[in-house]
């Protein structure tokens, strides 16, 4: 892969270097990383052997690495960055939210973790937090991992590590209720079931016989329903619920 422009004549508080095997996804978050007069993307890569050995002669402040590279796991990526670069913050860019790929990679060295769907609006406000020294986080991971810390906290003492972690989670979480989420009407179950298995909002209403705009609506219903802000946290918290297999 090539460098970036060079942006020499700007001033340039944070390099960032991109992993990420989507030909589409890396280049959208290029476009974001790049119209940021205050970032500059010194190097975007396919691959974990191009990123590391791109890595090990280019100090960078910031690596946003995808879990699912087709070479080697991106939780490598990140051990490895971190020990060749211990001043870079890494954060994980992925599709995946479930528990275990959270914890591994917090564990290998990852500072933050922002689901793919719905992140490119605020990356920029992301990674300029990120490199302020915050753990920028998704709320359904941020959740998650507030929860695990709490059935863990009453055990034994928190380690440093453990309590950073949750520091984290309390400024990433907002304020919720006790409740338990409102049910799903019918139609609101549908939608969801057929955004999970991959279909277009056009697609969902073809099958359902309704306009596009109408399925916008019900999504909107059902992300206020579920205190979520994107497709991936709907469906990771209604199968969490058990309300999608």
């Known amino acids: 892969m090539q460098p970036f422009r060079n942006r020499a004549h700007m001033t340039v508080e944070t390099?960032?270097?991109?992993?990420e095997d989507d030909t589409g996804m890396r280049e959208r978050i290029a476009r974001v990383v790049d119209a940021d007069p205050s970032l500059s993307l010194a190097y975007s890569a396919s691959n974990a052997a191009d990123i590391l050995g791109w890595l090990a002669d280019n100090p960078v402040d910031v690596l946003l690495v995808?879990?699912?590279?087709?070479?080697?796991?991106?939780?490598?990526?990140?051990?490895?960055?971190?020990?060749?670069?211990?001043?870079?913050?890494?954060?994980?860019?992925?599709?995946?939210?479930?528990?275990?790929?959270?914890?591994?990679?917090?564990?290998?060295?990852?500072s933050g973790y922002l689901l793919k769907d719905g992140t490119e609006?605020?990356?920029?406000?992301?990674?300029?937090?990120?490199?302020?020294?915050?753990?920028?986080?998704?709320?359904?991971?941020?959740?998650?991992?507030?929860?695990?810390?709490?059935?863990?906290?009453?055990?034994?003492?928190?380690?440093?590590?453990?309590?950073?972690?949750?520091?984290?989670?309390?400024t990433a979480v907002k304020p919720s209720s006790a409740a338990a989420p409102e049910r799903l009407s019918p139609r609101e179950f549908e939608v969801l079931d057929l955004v999970s298995r991959g279909f277009t909002y056009v697609e969902v209403g073809v099958q359902m016989g309704v306009?596009?705009?109408?399925?916008?609506?019900?999504?909107?219903?059902?992300?206020?329903?579920?205190d979520v802000h994107n497709k991936s946290e709907a469906v990771f918290e209604a199968r969490n619920l058990g309300w999608l297999p």
């Not at 915050?134 to 359904?140: E, F």
């Open 15 to 19: 390099q960032v270097a991109l992993v």
């Open 66 to 110: 995808d879990l699912g590279l087709p070479d080697r796991p991106g939780l490598q990526v990140i051990s490895q960055c971190r020990n060749m670069q211990p001043a870079c913050a890494v954060m994980v860019l992925s599709i995946f939210g479930d528990e275990a790929n959270m914890v591994q990679a917090f564990e290998a060295g990852a």
């Open 121 to 170: 609006a605020d990356l920029a406000t992301h990674i300029r937090h990120l490199r302020a020294g915050g753990s920028p986080m998704s709320p359904v991971i941020a959740r998650k991992l507030l929860r695990r810390w709490q059935a863990h906290s009453g055990a034994a003492p928190a380690q440093p590590a453990a309590a950073t972690a949750a520091a984290a989670v309390v």
């Open 211 to 226: 306009s596009a705009s109408t399925v916008q609506t019900h999504i909107r219903n059902i992300y206020g329903k579920l």
